[in-house]
């Protein structure tokens, strides 16, 4: 004698058993929860040497530079964006008659106005949404960019142009 | 009398009259009296600091400025999970209500022009699934509006400014709709078929105008435009068409008629399975075949206008195209690609069982397992991951978290060519079936079968050369070569489905269709299909309204609320999963509605033959 599951049992177990596979495969995946970023209060008198890993902080967490940026990757063949092992030297060379500094912060401030050649426009600018650095968390970040390769010379009390105030 | 005798009788009266009183007095004493009362209540210092504070608190109270909540709280699951299912349940019952009219009409078209009243009761099968989930789709509705309403005031009041204008005519369509559909279903066979026909056109060119609308909230939401940097609004013309929205519109549409077309095809499996007569059977079987044709026929170019929607994507904003395809989105991909290949792996399957009820198959089941091979090698190729997850020691061993083999497979080259190959393949099963059971015979038969060749494998050897070549050059020139890929893909179908068109006219009938003779897996398969239709709308749902992550409105309003951060994919598919349960719950209720129109009302008799 065989048992003869109704229709609807069989249907309902294929429906079930269907997206009981397809939230197993989910669970597989890696599991992040991303969670809103912060505001990192800086004090006024951090060293420019202090400034230097919570720049690194923010361009691996708030800024998302890391999402498209790569350190130490080789030549740019390949690379969607600018590869920037040696940033802190090359900046000064980039646009004649610009500092680095002045260089990195039109590069964080107003992106589309040089593009590496090579490469296309894409990256936004850091100080509106949607990533929203503050100008303290930017001269961070220009520490941290200065130490690859160069020498960071940027201070808490550096005013760049594109600041109230700047120069 | 003396007038002594006058005095003492009176003083004796008043004496007996005041002994009276007072004994009277005395025996009433023990009788209950009301307690004294005093007319003011005798206050302590605590009472009147009490009655102050009641005071103080009152005079606060009518003082309050009105001030309105940002956000309120859902009990148990939270606010975004509340209307996360609520938006999910409400769309699926909408692209079924959009997707269904559309092939209803091109198929009652086809029976208009060729006469076959098959195709018009086919139509007429169809739309009997609207009218419950026509009401479904309202419902879910009003809930979302709700939901958003109470849940999130201060955003929907944001948007409800943006978008103030488009809300009447909106409400007018919507009207419109409603008696277009409701005169197009019950005024079958009432109305001259022209008139019927006219119906059926307006009601697809309203719902697409209300989706349209709908779409310019949402896609405003994820690509803002026409507003400045503080939100405030512009041009209500650029908010309304901005980046997204008409790649989203396209992609719906798409999407709608396959997503529409599987569950259509579930519903002729389920009345299959049930059927108790060769005829029913043979019935359902087309049916179901009709709607997996359509669901797979929309399908094919359904990631070409995904392109088109990434694409623009990233041409709003870098930073949301990145996060979609290699930050916290990008795993969510892997989880779609093994719901394609699950997908595509199923249609052909069904097509393959389908070659067995034609007469004459065998000439063509031989190509099956090559398809297959090809199918699964893609499949595979599409699922594997760029880096993968893996112990520290694995890591070392590997030189880091990408496979030194496996990991060139992970990339954009090989995933596009994979997803190409795929589609050129489940094209080629689709060629098959269309040819079993008939014989060219006109002249340039050779010619033509020679032609479809050269087209079919030189779109194939374009698609891997580029796949190939992508990994020698840079990124931005790489990028470029999805669209010589997707060009040669599309062209290739267009091109062999015109030849193949002209080749089988008049064609020698070698076999019989013997439809309602495939075994019942072929229908469980349907079903499949359209569980897995369902769950990837909701995936794919999930990552359109995530990609905004911490943003309602993305860069203009913040989400400030307690679920402002990007759930694990685990959690996400969860609600996915729950979400499609209550789906197919509920589309469970619909066909048992639609299937009471087959059914004998109360007191008539089946009338015998």
Redesign the interface.
Known sequence: MTLRVP?MV??AA???G???L??Y???L?????????QVIELPDDLSTQDMIPVGQQIFQGKG?CS??HTIGKGS?????FPDLDGIGSRAATRIAGQSDLEYLGQSLYEPDSFVVP???P???AMN????ELTDQEILAVIAYLQSLGGTPSVTMQTKLRWVEGGS | MTRGKIVLGVLGALLALVATVRVAAWLVRGEYRAPHRADQAETTPRDHGLTDERAADEKADQARPYVPPDYRAFPKIGSRVAVWVLAQLHLLFAAFVLAVPLFAFIIELIGYFTGDPRYDKLAYEFTKLLSAAFSLTSTFGAFLTFALIALYPKFTNYLMEIFSPTFLPYVLLFFFEAGFLYSYYYGWGKFSPRVHLFLGLMLNLVGTAIMFIANAWLTFMMSPAGVSEKGALLSLRDAFMNFTWMPINIHRMIANVAFGGSIAAAYAAFKYLQAKTDEERAHYDWMGYIGNFVAISAFLPLPFAGYWLASEIYAFSQTMGLTMMGGAFSWLFIIQAALIGNLFLAANYYLWLGMGRIEGAGNYQKFIKYLLIAIALCFAVWATPRSILASVSEVRAMGGSTHPVLGYLGVMSAKNTAVNILILSTFMSFLLFRRTGKEATVAWRRAGNLAQQAIFFGAAAIVIFFGIYGYFVEARVRIKFSVPQVLSVLAAMVLITLIDVFLYRGARQTGQVRWGKLPPISQYTLIFIAVSFTWLMGLMGYVRAGLRQHWHVFGVMRDESVDAFTPTLGFATQVVSVTSLVFFALIGFVFWIASLTDTHGHGETTETA
């Open positions: 229709l069989r249907i294929l429906v079930v269907t997206t009981g397809y939230t495969i989910g669970q995946v890696p599991q992040k929860q991303v969670l809103p970023p998302l999402t498209c740019s063949a390949g690379l969607r090579g490469f296309n894409g990256m936004p509106k949404p949607p990533i």
